[in-house]
């Protein structure tokens, strides 16, 4: 139905239903996973031991005197902190649309907004550690190690320069091998989710944001099963809706096996210039589409956006009165609100 918009459904539809199909199959083989693997444990229903974090890098929770409670500034957010951490996937897999600049902006803004957020950079191509201004040459450890290694995400996250509640796990180009590499591990698809779990349990968190890469892999696969929320960001252009029926389509088949809290809870219009008629155009389709779901917000194509991560910065920071960062400081806030209203 949403392929209807450049004309070409019937070529885009066949080719989303075998990758849907591929899918599909995958999760015929996940089905041999006991249920109780995936089962979500609750943080908030038990008593999480609530931990600061201190410097550059997260210690291992063990590591952690008492007194470090007390040692981040607990300032009261200007925007409202969930009861419980809320883990959003931002995804998309078609690429350049702005999964990456939206992922690090939003962030930024709840972080700068006195919020406490961690990025997941789950791209092999690195961009989300670039504009996060954080060290991901190859063998800085991060996701990949997380994955395969069943390496707590606590002892690879670096503090972002961008803000003092702002941290990342890094990706390195390693994370490529992890595609393949997890296919012959137990539990692959869980990976992702198990150490959320067990860092939402020992860490006071407020908002994760998992950085998808151009696919429907594993690794996207592993960050549908561990988020509770999807984000799309849908970019203004021709073809703009081209994957999203097979997106939405995969988001069913992993609610329904593997992930049944996951929700579709925003869309974001992103890269909008006003100049032409197309990208109207297109906000209004993906608006009619997703009535409810697509923020009022809409992200500008700007200039200061596309330069801000050739200084390993954020828009938010670079140039915080810029058309961009003014609209994802309003997205993050409506992101914010909904959360808000729906808890
Ligand atoms: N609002 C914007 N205005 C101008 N340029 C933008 C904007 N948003 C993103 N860009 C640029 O468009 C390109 C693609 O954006 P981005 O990397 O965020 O997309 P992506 O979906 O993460 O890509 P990939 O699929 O490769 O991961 C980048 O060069 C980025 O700087
Ligand atoms: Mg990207």
Request: glycine letters at 6%.
């Amino acid at each position: 139905m949403v392929d209807g918009i450049h004309g070409r459904s019937s070529i885009v539809l066949s080719a989303s239903v075998w990758k849907v199909l591929a899918v599909q199959f995958h999760v015929k083989q996940w089905r041999s996973i006991r249920r109780e693997d995936v089962h979500v444990t609750n943080s908030t229903s038990s008593t999480p031991r609530r931990i600061a974090f201190d410097g550059p890098e997260f210690p291992e929770p063990e590591a952690f005197a008492p007194d470090d409670l007390d040692d981040v500034s607990r300032e009261t957010p200007t925007l409202p902190r969930p009861k419980k951490t809320r883990v959003l996937v931002v995804a998309n897999q078609k690429g350049g649309v702005g999964k990456t600049t939206t992922t690090v902006n939003l962030a930024a803004a709840l972080a700068l907004s006195g919020l406490r957020v961690l990025v997941i950079d789950l791209d092999p191509q690195g961009n989300a550690s670039t504009a996060l201004g954080i060290e991901h040459r190859e063998g800085t450890k991060g996701t990949y190690e997380v994955l395969m290694d069943g390496s707590p995400i606590a002892r690879h996250v670096q503090r972002s320069p961008e803000s003092s509640g702002l941290w990342a796990l890094p990706a390195t180009i390693d994370l490529a091998g992890a595609e393949i590499g997890l296919v012959s591990i137990p539990g692959r698809e869980t990976r992702l989710l198990r150490a959320i779990e067990r860092l939402t349990h020992q860490h006071e968190l407020d908002y994760i944001f998992i950085d998808c890469p151009p696919s429907l892999g594993l690794l996207t696969l592993n960050a549908l099963v561990a988020a509770d929320e999807i984000l799309i960001p849908i970019q203004c252009e021709y073809y703009a809706l081209e994957g999203v029926t097979q997106l939405l389509r995969t988001i069913d088949v992993v609610k329904g096996d593997l992930n049944d809290r996951l929700r579709l809870s925003a869309v974001l219009l992103t890269m909008f210039d006003a100049r032409t008629r197309l990208a109207q155009q297109v906000a209004d389709e993906v608006r009619a589409h997703f009535t409810k779901e697509t923020l009022e917000a809409t992200i500008p194509r700007s200039v200061r956006v596309s330069e801000a991560p050739s200084y390993g910065q954020t828009v938010m920071t670079y140039q915080a009165n810029s058309a961009g960062a003014v609209a994802y400081q309003a997205a993050a806030e409506e992101l914010a609100n909904r959360g808000e209203m729906e808890n």
